[in-house]
């Protein structure tokens, strides 16, 4: 009888390992649905997060199209700044932007001396001069940087290492999450839009989600 039940308990333990060891993993926090969820902690954040709406944008700094939408996210980021969390994700378009993920990496260099979004428009309000070039534009990056006022030795170092390019590719897995294609694609509390046509476009969206969220929009 002793024995019968010992072959029952080894039998039942066996099932509970079994459970354990198949069952499927929780997804990890930082799943990228919801609003609070949706902010990394090493994410680009212009004006600090804890926002009622945030707005993430997939960029490539050689698109022209993202070029074309800088000017009007400035202008967001100015009249929203209260209500509105800005973030930046890297999704540098390789095949079509040979300078793109160089445009990044320099961008990356710069935030490990405090500097990301210095560099972020400084890229973007020089795009027409180097956005329609194939060739490597390293040296011009680097110009940028010194102009910024960063300290090159540590500049180069990072423009080169496997941190930086491992930072960039996060934000270009991170963007599976949303079917990311094309750029500039926005999450607007995780969940993708379609782009705005217009500044007066934009403000209406950001308006709608801060009503839903509960807060009033700013006064045009």
Request: hydrophobic content about 40%.
């Amino acid at each position: 009888m002793n024995r019968f039940w010992i072959v029952i308990a080894v039998v039942i333990l066996g099932m509970v390992g079994l459970f354990f060891a198949t069952k499927p993993k929780e997804a990890p926090s930082s799943t990228f649905k919801g609003n609070a969820a949706q902010i990394q902690k090493d994410d680009h954040i212009r004006n600090g997060g804890g926002k009622k709406v945030t707005l993430v944008e997939y960029g490539d700094f050689q698109c022209p199209s993202c070029g074309a939408f800088y000017p009007i996210i400035k202008q967001l980021e100015s009249s929203y700044n209260d209500q509105v969390s800005f973030i930046f994700r890297h999704f540098p378009l390789i095949s079509i932007h040979p300078n793109a993920f160089a445009a990044a990496r320099a961008a990356e260099a710069a935030s490990n001396q405090g500097k990301f979004f210095e560099m972020h428009d400084k890229l973007y309000e020089t795009q027409s001069s180097w956005g329609e070039l194939t060739t490597n534009q390293q040296s011009l990056f680097e110009s940028y940087a010194e102009e910024l006022g960063l300290n090159m030795s540590q500049f180069k170092k990072d423009y080169v290492s496997q941190v930086v390019s491992d930072r960039i590719n996060r934000d270009v897995s991170s963007a599976k999450q949303f079917d990311v294609s094309g750029t500039p694609t926005f999450i607007l509390n995780g969940v993708k839009i379609d782009n705005p046509a217009s500044l007066e476009a934009f403000k209406t969206v950001l308006n709608n989600a801060i009503k839903k969220a509960g807060g009033t929009p700013p006064q045009s």
